[in-house]
Nanobody
Framework: QLHLVESGGGLVQYGGSLRLSCASS????????IGWFRQAPGKEREGVLC????????IEANSVLGRFTISINDAKNTVYLTMNNLNADDTAVYYC?????????????????????WGQGTQVTVSS
């Protein structure tokens, strides 16, 4: 059974950095595009970044452009979200998700409806 577990969330100061991990089991990352999403209290879920299998391409939201990156360690079946220069607007629960296809398919990769499997989320709080 396909399973995703996020970790690495926590409290970080304004301007700081954090790296989230998404550990997968029950499937091969070679067959699935992986996305990171976030949801802040009272706001809609937002697609942050997507990476196609093998890291062949990525797509990112404008809100994190130049600050967040996504990467894959196939040997560890883990996808990482590295977040730099964090601000209060980045405070949210962060989720990783897997598509049933290997490609992000452009902006489709930032739409939650394109994903079939989700982790439980990890909280990121940025303090001023």
């Amino acid at each position: 059974q396909l399973h995703l577990v996020e970790s690495g969330g926590g409290l970080v100061q304004y301007g700081g950095s954090l790296r989230l991990s998404c550990a997968s089991s029950g499937f091969s990352l070679a067959d699935h595009a992986i996305g990171w999403f976030r949801q802040a209290p009272g706001k809609e879920r937002e697609g942050v970044l997507c990476i196609s299998s093998g890291g062949s391409n990525t797509i990112e939201a404008n809100s994190v452009l130049g600050r967040f990156t996504i990467s894959i360690n196939d040997a560890k079946n883990t996808v990482y979200l590295t977040m730099n220069n964090l601000n209060a607007d980045d405070t949210a629960v962060y989720y990783c998700a897997a598509r049933s296809v290997s490609q992000c398919s452009g902006v489709r990769g930032l739409q939650g409806s394109a994903y079939d499997f989700w982790g439980q989320g990890t909280q990121v709080t940025v303090s001023s």
